[in-house]
């Protein structure tokens, strides 16, 4: 399947999933509102949402409260996005200004903050302590997970196994949430939980080091963010760790000071020590083993379109250039 196929498969549910986002950014502060609307029409993929529907479809679920947990779930992103790009102080997203840089710190802060405690007003709504339980945990580890990020930028000392930590901290733990939550509305089995609980784990460990590794051979028009952000923002990814461990003396010395200063003045020469290292093709297939785990974790569903789109969902996290 294509992505468009993929995103076909569910495009009823897509729709309303994105009228009730627009019914619950009502506000009666309009800058709230103005914010909350620009940031979730910004674009995206929409993937962890997508992720909520097409388990639920393949888990043959028959009522409609996947639709508000797919809005959940793409708040609580939503949020963590406006609060990234205050941390990390970034201007560009998915090719457009980032909330921080249009309206400031301050109000991209509070609505990231209005937008957690609406998708928390909506969990109470479900009435699903087991599913408030695997939100509310994950929202918990994703903002340790950015707190644990933020001790470790301009740190070239960083481990692999620490690198690991904040990825499935920061961004795997959302899209395991994604697929956990839509099985246990499902209600299926305690086995199939923890299939579908790992899948996303590995989807989004998978979809994160493509994504670190693209920072290094892709660009700005196609990506919606300037090449070398990361490095400009001290951060001791996968590639850069690779090079520093198996590159040549001069190449480490040249990326560990990068990554003290996050300066991003040398990043040609950054860039073609990443590309000589082999570091590129390490990640590839890092990535490539985490899609491989995400499909065994599938094998216990029954065979359905939606399973398939699941697959090719995950192919398509580690065949992208954006």
């Not at 290094?216 to 001791?236: F, R």
């Amino acid at each position: 399947m294509q992505i468009e196929e993929i995103y076909q498969s569910v495009e009823d549910n897509f729709e309303s999933v994105n009228q009730l986002i627009t019914k619950q950014l009502s506000s009666d502060v309009p800058l709230v509102e103005k914010i909350a609307q620009y940031i979730v029409e910004s674009g995206g993929k929409r993937m962890r949402p997508l992720l909520v529907l097409l388990t639920s479809h393949a888990l043959e679920y028959r009522g409609n409260e996947h639709i508000k947990l797919a809005a959940i779930i793409e708040f609580l992103h939503t949020a963590t996005l406006l609060h990234d790009d205050v941390v990390d102080t970034s201007n560009l997203r998915r090719g457009r200004a980032t909330a921080n840089a249009q309206w400031g710190n301050a109000p991209s802060v509070l609505v990231g903050d209005f937008l957690y405690s609406r998708a928390f007003q909506m969990m109470v709504e479900m009435q699903s302590i087991p599913i408030m339980k695997v939100l509310s945990d994950a929202t918990n580890i994703i903002a340790e997970g950015e707190v644990f990020q933020l001790m470790n930028c301009k740190n070239p000392d960083i481990s692999e196994a620490a690198y690991f930590e904040v990825i499935k901290n920061k961004t795997a733990m959302l899209f395991e949430a994604a697929s956990h939550s839509a099985s246990i509305l499902a209600d299926a089995s305690i086995e199939i939980q923890e299939a579908m609980k790992n899948f996303g784990l590995h989807l989004g460990l998978a979809f994160q080091l493509i994504d670190d590794m693209l920072d290094y051979v892709g660009d700005a028009g196609t990506m919606g963010k300037n090449v070398g952000d990361d490095l400009a923002e001290g951060k001791p990814t996968l590639p850069l760790i690779y090079t520093m461990q198996n590159g040549s003396n001069d190449d480490s010395k040249l990326i560990r000071a990068a990554i003290r200063h996050g300066d991003i003045s040398a990043l040609e020469k950054i860039c073609t020590a990443v590309n000589e290292s082999g570091a590129l093709e390490y990640t590839r297939q890092v990535a490539e083993k985490s899609y491989h785990d995400a499909c065994l974790c599938l094998e216990i569903l029954p065979d359905s379109r939606y399973k398939v789109a699941l697959l090719s969902l995950a192919r398509l996290a580690i065949n992208r250039d954006k």
